[in-house]
């Protein structure tokens, strides 16, 4: 299977490109982009890709091509001047994606920037961590799901003893409020729309943490002040806690408290081992989501001032 590839590139100026694979038994060769000429606006690229007989492919595989400036190191900044994401062709041989560069707002020559192509091999959709031991254990049990279950994940076992986390695929939105937003001339600086772009996938809790799944990590008493008299408070959102409780410590590229619940819940964190079947590989990288990552998750695909397709304005306020 190859592995890297660089090519040369003409559009925008771009010089060179790398090629990475994450998915076995693929091989992608043969890469070029081109702007079109006269110019207007479009990039062609053109890839060759092929499967071995033992390829496993999932709906999730993505190609994605992403044109990054010299200066931005999108993993670390979550900036980049553009992200472009296609499906992955089922069928061996020549294909072409046509990246709207116009679209995305890079009008003019781009000097010293490089196209990164990845093909990317996503095989799971939800991430589980079962919580049911409680405080005491020393180990919560993560399992990586494709889809939901039959019953789906609106249910006491998920509300109370399960934590669900849905991947969110690499990608770009355009952050900020619309100019024609309500009242946006006030915080005109703060809520300037611009592209936020996202390199690697993460994972965001699929609902808020209830009360049951809080004390499971926390142990001690109760502390939300909503518990109700309907007797199914334990599935109600845990509240009346403190940022240093859910995750203090340096946010956001420190660790979290020691005390804290994400650090707690984190710690003890182990998935399946595949050749002996027991739950000790231990599963990191993962904490509360980022102001871009939330609202890229919320948004959905969608571009409005909310995350339907309504506009927020005096006359609809």
Request: hydrophobic share 35%; with cysteine; charged share 20%.
């Amino acid at each position: 299977m190859k592995l890297t590839q660089t090519f040369a590139a003409a559009a925008l100026a771009v010089t060179a490109a790398v090629v990475t694979v994450e998915a076995d038994g693929i091989t992608l060769e043969s890469v070029s982009a081109k702007q079109r000429y006269p110019w207007n606006g479009l990039v062609d690229i053109d890839y060759t890709i092929t499967y071995d007989n033992d390829a496993t492919l999932d709906v999730d595989d993505n190609l994605e091509v992403m044109l990054v400036d010299h200066d931005v190191t999108p993993a670390v900044t979550n900036r980049a001047i553009t992200f472009l994401q296609a499906p992955l062709p089922m069928t061996a041989g020549s294909h072409r994606i046509t990246w709207d560069a116009n679209a995305d707002g890079v009008t003019s020559r781009i000097d010293k920037a490089q196209f990164v192509m990845k093909l990317r091999h996503y095989s799971e959709a939800y991430m589980v961590i079962d919580v049911s031991g409680g405080s005491a254990t020393n180990c919560y049990p993560v399992d990586f799901l494709n889809g939901a279950p039959p019953n789906g994940f609106n249910t006491p076992e998920y509300k109370g003893n399960k934590i669900v986390l849905r991947r969110i695929h690499p990608g770009s939105y355009m952050a900020g409020s619309p100019a024609n937003e309500a009242n946006r001339a006030n915080t005109a600086v703060r809520e300037k729309q611009h592209r936020v772009a996202f390199s690697q996938p993460f994972y965001i809790g699929v609902f808020e943490v209830t009360q049951q799944q809080y004390l499971n990590v926390m142990g001690g008493t109760n502390p939300s002040e909503y518990k109700g008299d309907d007797g199914v408070w334990q599935y109600r959102p845990v509240e009346k806690v403190s940022w240093d409780t859910v995750r203090g410590g340096t946010w956001p590229d420190g660790k979290p408290g020691s005390s804290s619940f994400m650090n707690k819940l984190i710690s003890k964190c182990k998935s399946k081992d595949p050749s002996t079947g027991e739950y000790t590989v231990k599963v990191e990288g993962f904490d509360l989501p980022t102001e871009f990552q939330w609202e890229y998750a919320c948004r959905a695909g969608t571009t409005n001032a909310l995350n339907t397709t309504n506009t927020f304005n005096n006359a609809s306020a």
